[in-house]
């Protein structure tokens, strides 16, 4: 089991900052998902940084959908 995300915050070269209850910040890199028409919004700036965290730290959304799972959010980050 990881542990809880306490925050999302969007960085520059579409990547997200997250802080977990444990701790731990770490990075992810959406670059690599923003294929295609629906994951394609998030090459909008705007948009991206709409990203929100989902209830109880277990994920993060953007509001027409569009998700990264919890466990590839935390494996494929890297530590900050």
Do not use: K
């Amino acid at each position: 089991m990881h542990p809880l995300l306490t925050s999302v915050t969007p960085q520059d070269g579409h990547c997200l900052l997250l802080e977990y209850d444990s701790g731990e910040r770490r990075v992810f890199d959406v670059a690599p998902y923003m294929t295609g028409s629906w994951f394609g919004e998030l090459l909008e700036p705007s948009y991206f940084n709409c990203v929100s965290m989902l209830a109880g730290g277990r994920g993060i959304s953007w509001p027409n959908g569009q998700d990264i799972a919890p466990h590839e959010l935390y494996e494929l980050s890297i530590a900050v």
